[in-house]
Every structure is written in structure tokens, then in C-alpha cells.
């Protein structure tokens, strides 16, 4: 079974930013075989795909409105998956949430992945 468990967020203001980190933790891991991602859910709101990344740095999959903004990456030695949030604005305001896929498959849908954390939570205030 895999842990994961999200930190970093916080209230901000607007075109602050923040780096959110996702540890991953289990009997056995090998962190680089799995995917990364990460979505986010506002209060009243379905929950939505925020970014991804595949087994190599390179694999990289945003949601288009915030491509150039959002930054995902990992650290396979520190067995973590990062996103730098740049310019954020209010309707960045959101609990986020990383996510693992233990075969390095990676997608836009929640159910394409097998772990996810607790969720962090993110306020941006105007």
C-alpha cells in the first residue's frame, strides 16, 4: 500500500506563489516506476485535473488553462512529486490533492490513478 501526503499549501495573495510537495511512502516502493499527479476540487465544484507526470521528467500532461502557470515535476531520490504554482489567482482557491499510478500510466481522469493523498489546502485572497 502506498502513502501519500501532500504539504505546502497555504492562503496567499493574488500573484503569489506556492510550491505544493506529495511524499510518497510504502513497504517496497520504487517511486520511479509510478506516475504523478495532481487535482484539485473548490467548494461546490467537481474535482479537477490539474497536471501529471509520467515515469521521466519529460512525460509532462497540464489542463490547458493553466499551462505556462503550473509547473509539475519529481524527485525519484526523494521519492516526491512537486507543483510550482505561479500568478495564482482566486480561482486557484482549492484543496489539491496528488495522486500515484504504480505502471507510469497517466491521464486527465481521477480514476486513472490507484493512490491519493488527503489533499492541501490552497486560498488566494484578491
Known amino acids: 500500500q502506498v502513502q501519500l501526503v501532500e504539504s505546502g499549501g497555504g492562503l496567499v495573495q493574488a500573484g503569489a506563489s506556492l510550491r505544493l510537495s506529495c511524499v510518497a511512502s510504502?513497504?517496497?516502493?520504487?517511486?520511479?516506476?509510478?506516475?504523478g499527479g495532481w487535482f484539485r476540487q473548490a467548494p461546490g465544484k467537481e474535482r479537477e485535473f490539474v497536471a501529471a507526470?509520467?515515469?521521466?521528467?519529460?512525460?509532462?500532461y497540464y489542463r490547458d488553462s493553466l499551462r505556462g502557470r503550473f509547473t509539475i515535476s519529481r524527485d525519484n531520490a526523494k521519492n516526491t512529486v512537486y507543483l510550482q504554482m505561479n500568478n495564482l489567482k482566486p480561482e486557484d482557491t482549492a484543496t489539491y490533492y496528488c495522486?500515484?499510478?504504480?505502471?507510469?500510466?497517466?491521464?486527465?481522469?481521477?480514476?486513472?490513478?490507484?493512490?491519493w493523498g488527503q489533499g492541501t489546502q490552497v486560498t488566494v485572497s484578491s
Open positions: 495522486t500515484a499510478e504504480a505502471e507510469g500510466v497517466y491521464g486527465s481522469r481521477w480514476t486513472d490513478y490507484d493512490y
Open positions: 507526470i509520467g515515469q521521466t521528467p519529460k512525460e509532462l
Open positions: 510504502g513497504p517496497g516502493l520504487t517511486f520511479n516506476t509510478y506516475s
